[in-house]
């Protein structure tokens, strides 16, 4: 005996029925060559094809998760890899903190996409304001995930600078302060220091980890501790001798506390760094703002792809006499580096 169905059954039945049908007429379409490129608006389509939008617009998304299509909010479906990139036509929003908005790589973007913008203290972009940019530069520490998914499901180049978003890939532009800083640990623990302070920004360990890397290989009866420019003066007087900092910006700081405080520089503390900087405030390893600008173009001209990529910048060693084997005299401080040392910029 045929099974009963309930009006409510068959016209599910139907209805799942026509909705399969009409996900292979559309792929048909595609795979026939009579869509192509860009892909009509979801209105146009549901009348060709005799249904509602709804029901098109589900098609549409199914057949995008299997790969056949590409569906970008704001710019329409598309015929897998048909879809144009974004490129660099149009300004670029640089998110950052009022501090990285008067840096040197801030305004070399902006000099280089003239009406680019930048913006801080984000919690949400409004879908008109963000559709203006061409390419997003994240040089902030604590940009939420939130706007970062809404630039990517736009499909907007984002490029974020010196850190890794933790929800989503994006392509990046580091410096390599893992090699800077230990390479620098190295040659402070084989001068005889024995307490070393990395200052780092809240929430990073780049620069600890890489201290503890080199101490465990160099010197195991080594000292590492943590803490912000700031606080500097009071771990001094705990006995350390020796500081690296993350960036030139907490060099030039730290620099600043110890002049204040009547603390030489080298004489009673050598003062290392690595990051981004015209002219370094102190010895250590730096890339150009030149260099790490003209990589985050590089990035963002080449439009958004579906593979993230990372560009690792090396920076150059720069003596600036601020460092003593431990034990020196203050005498020392003028004495002629023995060497130089450099490795070129990789990207």
């Known amino acids: ?7 409510r059954q068959r016209n599910h039945t139907g209805m799942s029925y026509k909705f399969q049908r009409l996900r292979e007429r559309v792929r048909q379409a595609v795979t026939s060559g009579e869509l192509s490129g860009k892909l009509p608006g979801e209105r146009e389509l549901a009348k060709r094809f005799h249904v509602n939008a709804k029901t098109l617009s589900k098609a549409l998304t199914d057949l995008a998760a299997e790969g056949l299509l590409e569906r970008s909010i704001g710019r329409g479906t ?11 036509q149009g300004p670029w929003l640089l998110i950052c903190t009022p501090e990285d908005a008067e840096s040197s790589v801030a305004q070399a973007l902006v000099r280089a996409n003239p009406g680019s913008q930048t913006a801080h203290g984000l919690v949400a972009l409004r879908p008109s304001f963000i559709n203006q940019f061409a ?28 850190r890794r978003p933790a929800a989503y890939a994006t392509d990046a532009v580091r410096i390599d302060a893992p090699f800077g800083a230990e390479s620098l640990a190295r040659d402070l623990l084989l001068a005889g220091h024995r307490r070393v302070l990395a200052i780092e920004a809240r929430n990073q360990t780049t ?64 003062v290392v760094a690595v990051g981004s900087a015209s002219e370094p405030p102190c010895t250590g390893y730096f890339v150009t703002p030149e260099q790490e600008a003209d990589a985050i173009q590089q990035l963002l001209r080449r439009g958004a792809t579906n593979r ?40």
Not at 236 to 258: F, H, N, R
Not at 316 to 341: Q, V, Y
């Open 207 to 270: 620069i600890t980890t890489a201290l503890r890397r080199a101490a465990a290989r160099y010197a195991p009866d080594a000292s590492i501790d943590t803490c912000f420019p700031r606080e500097v003066c009071v771990a001094l007087e705990y006995g350390a001798t020796a500081v690296i900092c993350d960036s030139a910006t907490s060099a030039v700081q730290t620099l600043e506390l110890l002049r204040q405080h009547d603390l030489d520089v080298p004489g009673r503390v050598s």
């Open 1 to 7: 005996m045929d099974q009963i169905r309930s009006p």
């Open 308 to 347: 993230p990529t990372t560009l690792w910048l090396s920076g150059r060693f720069h003596d600036r006499g601020t460092t003593l084997p431990l034990g020196d005299s203050a005498a020392a401080i003028h004495a002629p580096a023995s060497h130089e040392r450099s490795r070129a910029v990789a990207v």
């Open 135 to 162: 390419g997003v530069v994240d040089m902030a520490s604590d940009t939420p995930d939130a706007i970062l998914r809404d630039l990517i499901v736009r499909n907007i180049p984002v490029v974020s600078v010196n």
């Open 78 to 88: 598309f015929v897998k890899g048909s879809e144009p990139p974004r490129t660099a």
